[in-house]
């Protein structure tokens, strides 16, 4: 396998830290709202690629996190008038309603900050000790010239950042290019005991707390899409390999932007597009299906003639399917030279789809072998009143195979495709308790207790758990009386 790494700017051998392992850490949402397009091809495309590393037979281990505190959290929540952490709470079950919605497995680990302030703490302690950082009247700032390697992911020099940079103006910067590890508490803001007095993380220090935590040093991927380059991901780097003297990340991989109709996402120009706004007006399956016809480095448009393409795709893959459950119940036990070809046919798409999967992850080569496949497999069956069993089998396990990694349709608890798309009517179920959550949590600040235990008995009665945290409230679905 050869990765793109965009540390050294070529294609490289992948040689995993530890042998037969994987260790990845994906840079998730700022939950402030719901995720839009350009989440949703980063989530689905490092979701493909922890697919593709299992399906080679490694053992993964996959962390994404949230990004629970924030300027942009705080904003949010004093324009609705509601707590930042229940603000946070309801857009993390967002995602999971959206990723869930577009087959993106769970994460083995998903941290929040807010739940790692300790960790956080303690790497700026150590950050300061070893003279990479300096406090200014309760903030925490990192010293970017102390850092001599400051600059190699970008490939930016620190005269260019400061020249061209919008660099934030701060008085208590000794360089305008030093960056927040910890910023002093203001007026109504959340906020953590720490040694420099009551305040929050700078966004870039939790990333390094976090992954440090669950991966360790030296870890294998770490992804995430191309604007996190310069500052978030460089900055990254720099101070966590400040602090632990030794390389942090092996393989950097980035995705490409996402336009729509060749014009960049921005809110000035009103064309932020949240995925569950697509997800009304388009299955899900065609939805991931697009995101990976494209090489997940180069640029994605996104406009209803591509859509429409995708979905004459996915009709295409549905199709075959269909024909070989169709044949499944006709096929016999016999077989000869026409049956050999195509199986030996299904062995040289294999190759084709690992080839190309192997090489920097190139979905859109891989999509190529799947519908040659599909185009053969077609031939096949409505050219023969009685198929061979061994085709019909052989053709359904490697599509099988095939949407393990690719993700497009949802699995059964063997593995195999499930045909039945996500109902609107679950997509409302989740709005419906994202809104009584809501509710319960408006009485609960009223004091109305007896309507906050009734939503909470409620929903108990439902099979939904309901748990008060410091972090804010979080549900779980209750089978058989366990947690689930």
């Known amino acids: 396998m050869e990765l793109f790494n965009t540390l050294t700017g070529r294609k490289e051998k992948f040689q995993p830290r530890d042998p037969g392992k994987v260790a990845i850490y994906v840079c998730g949402p700022t939950t402030y709202n719901y995720i839009h397009l350009g989440n949703a ?7 493909t690629i922890r697919r593709y590393f299992i399906y080679k037979g490694y053992r993964v281990t996959y962390v994404q996190n949230f990004t629970d505190i924030d300027d942009k959290i705080i904003n949010r929540a004093r324009e609705e008038g509601e707590d930042p952490a229940a603000l946070a709470a309801k857009y993390v079950r967002a995602y999971f309603a959206d990723a869930d919605a577009l087959h993106i497995r769970r994460a083995d680990v998903h941290p929040k900050v807010s739940e790692h302030i300790p960790e956080i703490i303690a790497l700026i302690e150590r950050l300061i000790d070893r003279g990479y950082a300096y406090v200014a009247d309760g903030d925490v700032y990192f010293a970017v010239r102390k850092f001599p390697g400051y600059g190699k992911l970008s490939k930016r020099s620190l005269d260019d950042m400061l020249a061209g940079a919008r660099v934030e103006v701060d008085p208590k910067k000794r360089d305008p290019l030093d960056f927040a590890l910890w910023k002093a508490s203001r007026a109504g803001e959340p906020y953590w005991e720490s040694p420099w007095g009551r305040g929050r993380p700078g966004w870039h220090i939790e990333c390094s707390a976090m992954s440090l935590k669950y991966l360790g040093t030296g870890f294998d991927i770490h992804g995430g899409g191309a604007d996190l380059i310069f500052p978030h991901h460089e900055n990254e780097i720099a101070q966590s ?14 995705n490409g932007f996402i336009t729509i109709r060749e014009e960049k996402m921005s809110k000035s120009l009103g064309n932020i597009t949240l995925v569950r706004d697509l997800l009304r007006r388009y299955p899900a399956s065609a939805l991931r299906l697009f995101l990976l016809s494209t090489h997940y480095r180069s640029p994605l448009d996104f406009d209803t003639e591509k859509m429409e393409a995708a979905q004459r795709g996915l009709a295409r893959l549905k199709n075959c399917l269909v024909l070989l459950d169709e044949a499944g119940s006709r096929a016999v036990d016999e077989s000869g030279p026409e049956e050999e070809a195509f199986l030996g046919r299904v062995e040289e798409l294999r190759a084709a789809f690992e080839a190309a999967m192997d090489d920097d992850f190139n979905t859109a080569l891989a999509l190529a072998a799947v519908y040659d496949l599909v185009s053969e497999t077609n031939n096949y069956l409505h050219n023969r009143a009685r198929p061979a069993r061994a085709v019909v089998m052989r053709a359904r396990e490697q599509l099988d195979a095939w949407n393990a990694v690719l993700g497009i ?7 195999r495709i499930v045909l039945e798309e996500k109902q609107l009517g679950d997509e409302l179920a989740a709005e419906l308790l994202d809104l009584l959550l809501t509710v319960r949590q408006e009485a609960r600040r009223r004091k109305d207790f007896a309507v906050a235990d009734r939503i909470r008995d409620g929903l108990k009665e439902l099979g939904i758990l309901i748990e008060d945290t410091p972090q804010g409230v979080r549900w779980k679905r209750i089978v058989s009386g366990r947690g689930s």
Do not use: I, N, S
């Open 41 to 47: 091809r980063a989530m689905v495309v490092f979701d």
């Open 241 to 254: 390999e400040a602090a632990t003297g030794e390389p942090f990340v092996r393989y950097w991989l980035h």
């Open 409 to 415: 349709f949802p699995e059964d608890g063997e593995g």
